[in-house]
């Protein structure tokens, strides 16, 4: 099971993504995901967040309880939802967007900047395109074919191939990004020697708010 | 008895009633009645496929007419006549859909409802029996109530200011607006014929005599005195400003017909607009081929 | 026009299923007030009704919206509104003229948080009762519960199904969680859906009685305009449908009203079951506290503990007898619901003393813990 969060704030279409990833990996992909989000007097601009559980099963418990995929594309969004984030969890960020505090030691980052490859490509409104790209390289927890299939119908149809675009922008970034992540290991050569994982915790954990 | 003598008994208007439901509960001196025999003589001279027509009625003492005329009929609850009869129609744009009944009713808990069918103008005759007064929970002050009038709830006199309901209709949209008194028969039965003839929303204000709790109460006599009194004061001005036309205790009843004029109704205009924004993809809807 | 039914496979929220499943079955009008977390039932069929030849209107309130589906119902019509807590409460005495003049029509309702204007944004099941005794006087109807967009579909449909069956309001008591979250839906090919209408009447116009029954109790139903010269009414009235103020009228009515829906409880409940077979602690529960409670259930078998879960799909009429049954064998009865116990209660009153109905209580706004129930069920085994 995959529990993941993604967050920014009110307009950046982060609503959007929990909707397309929770799509392709229904539709597309053969597995169950339910999708939720805050539903709240928010205005545009303040904190938001959408969240989608994945799993081989169909999936009973409606919400996330400890995501180990945090995608933060605002600071207030990445400060509000970070301490939630799993200790071994990934932390998926907009580097233009959020500045990065401190972090806990097993947490693994990867950062793009996608609102500016939007913005170089004409328009930052793609910017959750390219986010969901080097999510989607970055996870693997979704395919990249199931997420371009999902498009259709969640992106304006005359922005759909540019859409795609931002969004293969985006993955070939985060397959590169792993790529020579791979490839600094091996340099190193280092065998890994991680800890043993502390266990996470299975059921949720009681909250008034979302 | 022989079939022609029954002829003669027979009364003109029974083929639009229940008369397996008569007697009525209405009063002696009530002025219902008068405006039903006024509805059922423009049904008579309507052409109107009478299968066709549905009457609404609300709660009240003229809630009950829906239980009396013989058409499709439904008595409602307290104030939704309107939105029940909007139902209707949507639904089945085919029918001729009245709604006939009290002011407290349409005036009072379903205001909201008569001004938003106004506002659409939706394709409905509201037949509204003001006696300016709750009867049937015996003779309290209503939204109608002129200033002064006693009633059991308004015991030192009505200080509130009474809605004029043709005002209201107009200010809302309504195309048609008349007023008359439950003395104008045939002025009743011939707006409820021209009202049945249009497109819209169409609104008959019939002032009637409440004997019983009204006019006791107020001490205004019988109902004879009350018909003299509409006789005496009522004063006929075809399109006069709704504006001008409030009533008064005892005084001036302005009647006539006020406003007759031609809009889109809400079908229309929802086929016309969407026909425009959806292209030929679009049905029109209620429209036959 | 548009196909009616959208064949596929769809990612969406309950909201919008119950708005397809609408459709599907038939639905052609909507008469809509707007309001969390129901809106977007209301969105999704004005899009949706003028491709498929329906009307969608947006009324002035919940009480004309309720109104307006009773009207738009007795033109033959299938018809749905739906709303949350504040607009329920606004509905309910016209939910009794429709329970009374016996009109087909599909109410849903996107369960908030009450008392009051509540948790608006949050979810919650406060409204079972109401949904059971809100309207004055008594009465029979009947209410289903979803507990995912999936249901959300297949569960509207029932619901029409069963309002058209058995000429009654039938209420779709989903909740905030349900209504806007998004899963995969299903939705099969349309000859393979079972759409049931209204019995229509045969025979003599001028013969013609109302509400005479028909052989399971519901009286044939004519559509205004066919010629019947029908008098509909809610006030107590006899098989003409004509006012009559007796005792004898009220309960020759009651008889019927009641009798159409106790004498066909078999065709008209609908339940699930699972790991009942072994089961001495059964979770009783509905709509998104199935979920939670199914966590459950898997946690405490994991342990060892011999839990099942009992569903209520048909919450009202309430399955009494088999909890009855069921209370003969069990250890005990434990009820999460996101309010303070009120199918806890009824639990409570069919288990009759032979097994303990516990609840997990919960105010709301949010879904169980699953521990709390776990916690509930480990303290029932004891």
Request: neutral net charge.
């Amino acid at each position: 099971m995959n529990e993941i969060r993604f967050s920014g704030y009110g307009g950046q279409g982060i609503i959007r993504c929990g909707l397309i990833t929770g799509k392709a990996v229904s539709l597309f992909d053969n597995k169950f995901g339910t999708m939720t989000q805050s539903f709240g007097p928010e205005a545009r601009g303040s904190a938001c967040s959408s969240q989608v559980v994945i799993s081989e099963d169909r999936v009973l418990y409606p919400y996330i309880t400890r995501p180990e995929i945090l995608v933060s594309m605002s600071q207030d969004a990445y400060e509000k939802y970070e301490p939630e984030l799993r200790a071994d969890g990934i932390l998926i960020y907009d580097t233009d967007l959020v500045r990065l505090k401190p972090l806990r030691a097993q947490i693994k980052v990867y950062g793009v900047p996608s609102t500016r490859f939007a913005e170089e490509m004409g328009n930052r409104i793609f910017a959750n395109l390219v986010m969901l790209g080097f999510f989607t390289g970055i996870s693997q927890v979704v395919s990249a074919e199931a997420m371009k299939k999902a498009l259709p119908g969640l992106v304006p149809k005359r922005f759909l191939e540019l859409n795609i675009r931002a969004f293969e922008k985006g993955y070939d970034y985060g397959i590169e990004l792993l790529a020579k992540e791979k490839q600094e290991a091996q340099k190193e050569a280092k065998p890994p020697e991680k800890p043993p994982l502390p266990e996470a915790k299975k059921t949720p954990p009681r909250k008034a708010k979302q | 008895m022989k079939p022609e003598e029954r002829v003669e008994e027979r009364n003109p208007i029974e083929d639009f009633l229940r008369m397996d439901r008569i007697p009525h509960i209405w009063c002696p001196g009530c002025g219902i009645g008068t405006v039903v025999t006024s509805f059922a003589e423009a049904m008579k001279k309507s052409e109107l496929d009478l299968d066709k027509v549905a009457v609404v009625s609300g709660i009240g003492c003229t809630g009950r007419v829906a239980g009396y005329v013989k058409f499709d009929s439904f008595h409602t609850t307290h104030g939704r006549a309107i939105p029940f009869a909007t139902g209707l129609k949507l639904a089945n744009p085919e029918l001729k859909v009245v709604v006939f009944s009290g002011d407290g009713d349409i005036a009072g808990i379903g205001g909201n409802h008569f001004i938003h069918a106004a506002r659409r103008n939706m394709d409905i005759l509201v037949i509204c029996v003001n006696n300016f007064n709750y009867a049937m929970t015996g003779g309290q002050v209503a939204a109608t109530t002129p200033l002064t009038a006693n009633l059991s709830t308004a015991p030192f006199g009505n200080f509130e200011y009474p809605f004029n309901l043709a005002y209201l209709a107009d200010a809302c949209g309504a195309t048609y607006v008349a007023r008359w008194t439950s003395l104008h028969i045939r002025r009743v039965t011939k707006s409820i014929q021209e009202a049945l003839a249009k497109r819209g929303f169409s609104f008959i204000e019939v002032i009637t005599p409440c004997v019983t709790l009204y006019a006791r109460r107020n001490r205004l006599g019988d109902g004879l005195n009350l018909l003299k009194y509409y006789y005496d004061k009522s004063e006929m001005k075809h399109g006069a400003d709704t504006r001008t036309v409030d009533i008064d205790f005892q005084g001036k009843i302005i009647v006539g017909k006020f406003v007759d004029k031609d809009k889109p109704t809400f079908l229309e205009c929802m086929n016309t607009h969407l026909q425009k924004t959806l292209g030929d993809k679009y049905v029109p809807y209620g429209v036959k081929p | 026009m548009k196909p009616a039914v959208r064949t596929g496979s769809h990612y969406i929220t309950g909201d919008v299923a119950c708005a397809e499943g609408a459709i599907a079955a038939g639905c052609r009008f909507f008469g809509a007030y707007p309001i969390t977390p129901a809106t977007e039932v209301a969105e999704h069929m004005a899009e949706r009704l003028p491709d498929v030849g329906g009307t969608f209107i947006q009324m002035e309130d919940e009480i004309a919206a309720i109104a307006s589906i009773l009207g738009a119902s007795w033109t033959g019509v299938k018809t749905m509104t739906a709303t949350s807590g504040p607009g329920f409460s606004l509905m309910m005495e016209n939910l009794g003229l429709g329970v009374c003049t016996e009109t087909p029509c599909v109410i849903v309702n996107v369960q908030r948080t009450g008392p009051s204007t509540g948790l608006p944004t949050q979810t919650g099941q406060g409204d079972m009762m109401q949904a059971r005794w809100g309207s004055h006087g008594d009465y029979e109807l009947i209410a289903i519960a979803p507990s995912s967009p999936q249901d959300c579909f297949y569960h509207t449909i029932l619901a029409f199904n069963l309002s058209e069956k058995y000429r009654v309001p039938v209420l779709v008591m989903a909740d905030e969680i349900v209504g806007h979250m998004s899963e995969k839906v299903v939705i099969p090919d349309a000859k393979e859906i079972t759409l049931v209408s209204r019995p229509k009447p045969k025979g003599r116009k001028d013969r013609f009685r109302l509400y005479e029954p028909g052989p399971n109790g519901v009286a044939p139903m004519p559509a205004i305009g066919e010629g019947y010269n029908v008098h509909v009414t809610g006030l107590t009235h006899d098989e003409r449908g004509y006012p009559s103020m007796t005792v004898e009228a009220q309960e020759q009515m009651m008889a019927r009203l009641k009798g159409k829906i106790r004498n066909n409880l078999d065709d008209i409940i609908h339940t699930e079951e699972y790991l009942m077979e072994d089961a001495d602690i059964v979770i009783v529960s509905y709509g998104i506290s199935v979920r939670t409670g199914l966590t459950a259930v898997d946690e405490a078998r994991k342990l060892g503990y011999k839990a099942g879960l009992f569903r209520l799909i048909t919450v009202w009429p309430f399955p009494e007898g088999r909890i009855k049954a069921l209370a003969k064998k069990v250890k005990a009865f434990v009820v999460p619901e996101l309010n303070l116990g009120q199918i806890r209660r009824e639990v409570e009153r069919c288990a009759f003393g032979r097994a303990p109905a516990i609840g997990v209580p919960h105010c709301g706004g949010w879904v169980h813990d699953p521990d709390d129930i776990l916690k509930t069920i480990k303290e029932a085994a004891r």
